[in-house]
């Protein structure tokens, strides 16, 4: 007998289990299915985000950076470290804990929420009286039925042509994140937020880390003078960054990967090392999922195709996540999946895609909201700039980091803000008030009469703020 219910929810990464849960607050019956599995054999909800992505790669962020500042930073402090080594296994083991308590906490949440959790993989199966008839294979094997369906399959990271990953030489975003020891020469192909967070976190541990970059520009999403910073950052801490960098072959032999590659200008190079990363963008996640048997449709890239309020092109069928268009970021994903859960609920959400912040998590930090300086030129729009430097800011000295800067740009004839652009300590943090600030439509002067306590890193936005005006206090 097949199990009934209000909602079942195909995925349980950030757009699934959030969907799952809101969907549950609002009172519906709710089922959330999700196939990932750990070493242990146990299920893993929690998506790529919990499991290859976001979580466990800021661990290892957090702990290459502790190993970099007692290498290299303590020595500043006045602080001595004799005998210093690195325990590979035991920085791995953390990671890998810090997922499962993550793991645990999505089925908690389903617990207190009350909704049921299935092990296993589902696809669709057919139309029926009460809505729709999901198949699921697995631990959990089970038909269940269904008035909404919510597909948040997410992404898989995307192979070069006739290389797939084998995980040991040729690594994804999941093999870089368990490498079993630290290899002398590490290759990156793309330059992308995986490459630059992966390939710092390996540099740090000891790697020589060389990023093969096919565009000519570097970080070409965000603001110029930030990408500018950050290749020279990211330079002067020791990745080789090569722009403008066609692989043409990659060839792996027992102990070696062989990449040839043409460079900027047009010249043959060669590159030996002993492990490659690929992170050169994702696919979405539609195989196997039974779409043209219900007549589900999906774009010629394999998205499922969505209208603005992630609604499929059948009654009931929705898509959140990294699977539909837009950017594939985890916090994009949670807001549609909020607010797909409260459309079936029968409220009017809206999610405000010109606000959802970006974050790259390298050190330094970069975020951003809103236009950059190219977009606002091409649109012909009338803008001021205000930046101030971390340089200026008393707190940063006293962190002892100080590279980078806050820069805000805002309509010249209403003040309002149109982006925010950080490179510096903290970025993902200090985006927050930004994001804010847009949300609410403000000023540039909004931000530059808020108090903003002293010393910390958040009075280098008020002071960016308060230089659109050209009245920086301490610049
Ligand atoms: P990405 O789209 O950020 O970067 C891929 C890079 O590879 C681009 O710079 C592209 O020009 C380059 N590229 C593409 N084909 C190439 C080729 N054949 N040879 C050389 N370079 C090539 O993709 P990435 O880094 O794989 O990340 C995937 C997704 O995961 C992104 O959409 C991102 O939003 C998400 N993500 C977000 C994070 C965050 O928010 N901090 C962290 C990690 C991933």
Request: hydrophobic share 40%; with cysteine.
């Amino acid at each position: 007998m097949a199990k009934q219910f209000d909602v079942v929810v195909i995925g349980a990464g950030p757009g699934g289990y959030i969907a799952a849960i809101r969907a549950a607050q609002l009172g519906m019956s709710v089922a959330c299915v999700d196939a990932w599995t750990n070493a242990k054999g146990k299920a893993a909800p929690g998506g790529t985000c919990t499991n290859v992505g976001c979580i466990p790669s800021k661990a290892l962020l957090q702990s290459s950076e502790h190993y970099e500042q007692a290498e290299h930073h303590f020595a500043e402090h006045g602080i001595e470290v004799k005998g210093l080594s690195l325990k590979l296994d035991t920085l791995l083991g953390r990671k890998d804990t810090v997922v499962d308590q993550n793991n645990q906490g999505i089925l908690y949440l389903f617990k207190k929420n009350k909704v049921s959790f299935f092990h296993g993989t589902a696809r669709f199966n057919a139309k029926v009286d009460a809505g729709w008839s999901v198949k699921v294979d697995g631990p959990d094997a089970e038909e269940l039925i269904a008035k909404h369906v919510v597909v948040a399959t997410g992404s898989s990271a995307r192979a070069l042509p006739d290389l797939p990953f084998d995980e040991e030489q040729i690594l994804s975003n999941d093999g870089a994140l368990r490498l079993p020891k630290v290899p002398k020469r590490l290759g990156v192909i793309g330059a992308g937020v995986v490459g630059l967070e992966l390939g710092s976190v390996w540099r740090r541990l000891g790697a020589e880390v060389t990023i093969l970059e096919g565009a000519s520009e570097f970080l070409p999403a965000a603001d110029r003078d930030v990408s500018k910073e950050a290749l020279k950052a990211f330079t002067k801490q020791g990745l080789t960054i090569q722009l403008g960098a066609k692989v043409t072959e990659v060839k792996t032999s027992a102990k070696h990967v062989k990449v040839k590659y043409t460079d900027s200008n047009n010249d043959e190079q060669k590159l030996e090392v002993d492990r490659l990363i690929v992170a050169i963008g994702r696919v979405p996640n539609t195989d196997g999922l039974g779409a043209e048997s219900i007549g589900l449709k999906l774009d010629d890239r394999g998205f499922v195709q969505v209208d603005d309020d992630c609604r499929t092109n059948l009654p009931n069928i929705w898509a959140v996540g990294d699977v539909v268009r837009g950017p594939m970021l985890a916090h994009k994903a949670e807001e549609e999946g909020v607010a797909v859960a409260e459309r079936m609920a029968g409220q009017q959400p809206h999610v405000n895609f010109d606000t959802i912040p970006w974050v790259l998590y390298t050190s330094p930090e970069i975020a951003w909201v809103g236009k950059n300086e190219q977009q606002l030129k091409k649109e012909g729009k009338d803008y001021r700039v205000g930046s101030f430097p971390f340089m200026a800011n008393g707190r940063a000295r006293a962190l002892g980091n100080t590279t980078g800067f806050v820069k805000i740009l805002a309509d010249t004839k209403t003040d309002e803000v149109l982006g925010v652009h950080i490179i510096g300590p903290t970025a993902s943090e200090l985006i927050a008030e930004a994001v804010v600030v847009m949300e609410f439509r403000g000023a540039s002067e909004d931000i530059a009469r808020i108090c903003h306590a002293h010393p910390t890193l958040s009075e280098a936005m008020k002071e960016a703020a308060l230089a659109v005006d050209k009245r920086a206090l301490n610049f």
